[in-house]
């Protein structure tokens, strides 16, 4: 779709003559409204189809994760209880049933090959684990990337200088070896660290990689929108005002960065599912019984001539979830500024 | 052979390219592939691999059944071996260097075997004694020459110092405490280099089957390069290395100077040897199916996977080329006994444990039957030990018996240790953790599931400060004697003893039964001692394991070779 100009440079609130084609036929009171920024977005976000589709999926999607457990009870749905019955043993323990999937009414989406476990159920719970993993993940990365981005944007000098070496380091090392490399040793690390056990520590670990490696990629946009605010009218303002580097920051700054942070951030949250999903691959990820949407994808691969629909519904719905998301975050970029950081 | 197994099936990493890769399916060429008498020779046989290389070409390191089959087929002679033939038979030993199986003095404490001549190196010159000699020598190296069997060490006459260890360090230790004359006189050779006699520390009546393990082969001294031995190793076998590079292939050519008259049992038929390594485990099982080009002269040098089994063996155009056997392994969770000491405990846990589940996981009817000890049920000799019906003092069905299990653990008076499940990692490993997680939740018992990297797992587990309480293993018999496996796994001077097992009892029968001359009784001892051990639940036996193969339509001479569970790599052909 084509997306409206806007300028890149944000003001408090902006006019703009409202188009007469929105306003009701007739209207007398045909006026000109002062919108703000926010209005302005969701008004041609609302406009756009497929960001609505996408948010709505995005949103029943979190629910679903949030209420799993709810919902599992619901539908009577247990992932970790076998059932053994749909199993044939003489075909090697592969469900019975249409295309081997085990579909019947009490498994709608099928039974895992050999264990005989609920695949809806381990989506459900799953999906709880991929989005944790994610969303923590995006948070972390925006809260640090913006801090740390602003920061080293305004105050410039020996400090931006040290810190965006650093960043340079961090970027340089390659994520996916780190992360195999120091999964073990960090591990425990963890565990001995913060006395998590089991998954939580590996999940700490996942997050703790996934954000140490990521944020200076949007700390390096936040500090590139920096070093052009700060030349600004409002900002020199406030220096003049006697505000301390603090405030203007955090005050002056950060509030007119979200633009390029939240499509950032509905980018990167994708990204990190389907890094964790490359991750399950590799044998990094939770340990059994639980299960990520990853982890169920790498198992299920070399079932795709044996029982297909246990490759198709996980990769679908790991497909669809990655799509919304950038879909959306494409929305957002266009409805907000299409200038603005082409992350 | 055998001895340790990581997993229920080796597995390699599946990438979702290997999706689109070998998603072609390929038209069978009618030719069934079976295996003709006499075989033809020439042609290139391909072995298609997910390992990166062959663990260990050195003969002294070398100690996986499949490994030990394949350089024993090309580049290795041993003094003895086992018979190429189908069945039980392919236990029986034959001559292979050595002009007879040997000649033990009354006692069986010296052995003698004579070398038959125009046994030669590739380079033409003949195999004598002393490099038979230096070859043992290199065992004892144990700090360079390391994984390999270490029976050269338990049995030859060499005095141990206070600790047990043997004061005889290998032929790389310079220093003047290196007891060269005791390693000099266990190992005798005659002046003409053609007879070499062993003196053992005790009688061992089946020493003779000891030597069929490469470890107890040549190796020329000037060619030794210690550890980097494995990569460019010299054959005295009908075949050569002409190149070796790891993750890509090893490529075996004729050996020029290997005398066929020497070697009655290698008819050596294909003109060139070709195995290719780091492949993908589902791409092997896809090739093998589709059968075409170079592909239907191939075997897969590992086991099937579950996920193609019920395809592979419903398919009537696979008939001929599939095989579906009994591998040499009996599949145990070994309960660490340090860390679980009250019997009861141990019981409960063998009691709530879902074997049947397990099973299924594995693959069903393919993955074989449910395993009731440590000796496996296709031995000579096995007896039930009857562990599921009465050794646990009561009946135990195949799902467990969770009621029962909690009995156990509230009559022991002690609460349950906190239990860690040590595996090495794997798709269907994963499955397995996850199900046993399950069935021990049943009984109220908590499990934590610990993957450990393939290739890392032994190193791990063997270190008791490191290994959880129950242990995931796997085992095969050396040779056709339970001595290779009861001792081994359970008896405190056990080489591979994960549980940790001890009990002054059962070491005391272990050592009399390896002294026992008469087979017949000796067998009938690993028996009782195998039901002793199970139950105190000193393991928990899970799957008397099966595998499954494929060879390509033009493979001939192809079948399960029992003593290895593998190929009969001197065999095969390839019939175009």
């Known amino acids: ?282 044998g990094v990820g939770v340990v059994p019984p639980e299960v990520t949407w990853g982890k169920m994808l790498s198992d299920s691969v070399v079932y795709y001539t044996s029982v297909p629909t246990y490759l198709f519904i996980p990769g679908t719905l790991l497909f669809l979830v990655v799509l919304a998301f950038n879909l959306f975050g494409d929305s957002v970029r266009d409805a907000l500024d299409p200038r603005a950081g082409r992350v | 052979m055998g001895m340790a197994k990581t997993g229920l099936r080796a597995t390699a990493l599946v990438g979702v390219g290997a999706l689109l890769l070998t998603a072609c399916g390929g038209s069978d060429d009618g030719d069934d592939g079976s295996s003709t008498d006499g075989g033809q020779a020439g042609g290139t046989l391909r072995i298609l691999s997910i390992g990166s290389k062959i663990l260990s070409l050195d003969p002294q390191r070398n100690y996986t059944g499949e490994d030990l ?84 060490i338990s049995m030859l006459d060499i005095p141990t110092d206070a600790d047990g260890n043997s004061t005889y360090l290998g032929p790389y230790e310079d220093s003047k405490d290196n007891n060269v004359e005791a390693f000099d006189e266990a190992i005798g050779c005659s002046e003409d280099g053609k007879t070499i006699t062993f003196n053992l520390n005790k009688p061992v009546p089946d020493f003779n089957n000891a030597v069929t393990l490469s470890s107890f082969s040549p190796v020329p001294e000037e060619a030794d390069t210690g550890e980097d031995y494995e990569d460019m190793i010299v054959s005295n076998g009908p075949y050569q290395i002409e190149s070796y590079k790891r993750d890509q292939e090893l490529v075996l050519v004729r050996n020029p100077n290997w005398d066929s008259a020497s070697d009655p049992a290698r008819p050596a038929y294909p003109d060139e040897v070709i195995v290719e390594f780091g492949l993908d485990s ?36 696979l008939d001929g080329r599939r095989w579906n056997e009994a591998s040499p392994y009996t599949l145990y969770i070994a309960i660490d006994n340090k860390q679980v000491t009250n019997v009861m405990h141990r019981q409960a846990l063998a009691v709530c444990l879902d074997r049947a589940a397990r099973r299924t996981i594995a693959g069903g009817d393919y993955a074989g039957a449910l395993a009731d000890g440590v000796i496996k049920n296709n031995f000579l000799g096995y007896e039930p030990t009857g562990m599921w019906d009465t050794l646990l003092g009561a009946p135990i069905p195949d799902e467990g018996d969770p009621e029962y299990g909690m009995q156990l653990i509230e009559d022991s008076g002690e609460p349950m240790p906190t239990i860690r499940y040590d595996y090495a990692q794997s798709s269907t490993s994963d499955k397995i953790a996850a199900s046993l997680v399950e069935s ?48 081994e796994l359970l008896a405190s001077f056990g080489g591979w003893n994960l549980s940790d097992y001890s009990n002054p009892e059962f070491d005391k029968e272990a050592q009399a039964a390896l002294e026992n001359l008469d087979l017949p009784s000796q067998t009938q001892q690993w028996n009782e001692l195998n039901a002793l051990a199970m139950s105190e639940a000193a393991v928990i036996p899970t799957l008397f394991e099966n595998d499954q193969r494929m060879a390509g339509t033009d493979v001939g001479g192809a079948y399960i070779w029992a003593p290895y569970g593998s190929w009969p790599y001197a065999q095969l052909s390839v019939e175009e």
């Open chain 2, 440 to 487: 021990m939740k049943r009984c109220d018992i908590d499990v934590e599931a610990n993957p450990i990297d393939a290739g890392q797992y032994y190193g791990i587990v063997l270190d008791p400060a490191k290994r959880g309480a129950l242990i995931n293993g796997g085992w095969g018999a050396d040779w056709g004697n339970a001595s290779t496996v009861v001792p």
């Open chain 2, 282 to 317: 589902n791409s092997i099982d896809q090739r093998l199916i589709a059968s075409t080009s170079d592909d239907a002269s191939a075997v897969q040098m590992q086991a099937m996977q579950a996920d193609v089994l019920n395809q592979v063996f419903t398919d009537p155009q």
């Open chain 1, 1 to 282: 779709m084509s997306s409206p100009h806007f300028p890149s440079e944000v003001e408090e609130r902006i006019l703009e003559e409202v188009p007469s084609s929105t306003l009701p036929e007739g209207d007398p009171d045909k006026q000109i409204a002062g919108r703000s920024l926010t209005q302005l977005a969701w008004a041609r976000l609302k406009r756009d189809h497929v960001a609505m589709v996408a948010l709505v999926f995005i949103i029943l999607l979190l629910l679903v994760a949030m209420f799993a457990p709810l919902l599992a009870n619901l539908l009577n749905i247990d992932q970790y209880q076998p059932d053994r019955a749909v199993l044939d043993d003489a075909t090697g323990g592969l469900p019975t049933g249409w295309l081997s999937s085990g579909i019947s009414w009490d498994h709608p989406l099928g039974v895992e090959p050999g264990s005989g476990r609920d695949i809806a159920g381990m989506l459900l719970f799953g999906a709880r684990i991929s989005l944790l993993i994610a969303v923590t993940s995006t948070v972390l990365v925006v809260i640090l990337g913006v801090a740390i981005g602003a920061a080293t944007g305004y105050l410039g000098g020996r400090f931006d200088a040290v810190v965006g070496r650093t960043m340079d380091f961090i970027l340089i090392f390659p994520l996916l070896l780190m992360l195999i490399a120091l999964s073990d040793p960090l591990t425990q690390r963890i565990e001995s660290w913060t006395g998590l056990a089991g998954n939580n520590s590996r999940i700490v670990y996942i997050i703790f990689v996934f954000v140490f490696f990521t944020w200076p990629y949007l700390a390096r946009i936040v500090r590139g929108q920096v070093l052009s605010l700060r030349e600004r009218e409002f900002v020199e303002s406030a220096v003049s005002m006697g505000s301390g580097s603090r405030r203007i920051i955090f005050k002056e700054l950060i509030p007119n960065l979200w633009a390029p942070v939240i499509v950032y951030a509905t980018l990167a949250l994708p990204s990190f599912i389907a890094a964790e999903a490359a991750l399950a691959f590799l």
């Open chain 2, 69 to 152: 089959a394949f350089a024993s087929g090309y580049l290795t002679r041993t003094l003895t071996q086992f018979t190429y033939e189908e069945g039980q038979g392919g236990w029986t030993l034959q001559p292979d260097m050595a002009t007879d199986l040997g000649t033990p003095n009354e006692d069986a404490s010296q052995w003698e075997f004579t070398l038959r001549d125009g046994v030669t190196w590739q380079d033409g010159s003949e195999v004598t004694c002393d490099q038979i000699k230096y070859g043992v020598s290199r065992t004892f190296a144990q700090t360079v020459i390391t994984g390999g069997p270490t029976y050269a």
